[in-house]
Nanobody, 126 residues
């Protein structure tokens, strides 16, 4: 089981930026997907962005394309989510999650993830 610890959440004004970090323990496989998901009050958990371990290919939800950037430091087993031009609708608990992948075709969905962090709260408000 992979241990994941998120950090970097907080309160920010609309139009501001935050950078989330996710520190992961050792991975049991060389082929995995790691990403960010979020859950707003009263809503289902949804995918935000994912990155694959083998070729660093990425996925972004339409709602964050052009504003958020996912990246990773392989040596430190850390994944980042740079969030710019934040909107009130980005307010949510953000979770880091990971799961093994078995081919070059993968999907960034909560149901495909095996291990989850406890989340970090992002609040966008004036």
């Amino acid at each position: 089981q992979v241990q994941l610890v998120e950090s970097g959440g907080g309160l920010v004004q609309p139009g501001g930026s935050l950078r989330l970090s996710c520190a992961a323990s050792v991975f049991s496989s060389d082929y995995y997907l790691i990403g960010w998901f979020r859950q707003a009050p009263g809503k289902e958990r949804e995918e935000v962005s994912c990155i694959s371990s083998n070729d660093n290919s990425t996925y972004y939800a339409d709602s964050v394309k052009g504003r958020f950037t996912i990246s990773r430091d392989k040596a430190k087993n850390t994944v980042f989510l740079q969030m710019n031009s934040l909107k009130p609708e980005d307010t949510a608990v953000y979770y880091c999650a990971t799961g093994e992948i078995y081919s070059s075709t993968w999907y960034c969905t909560p149901h495909g993830m095996d291990d989850w962090g406890k989340g970090t709260l992002v609040t966008v408000s004036s």
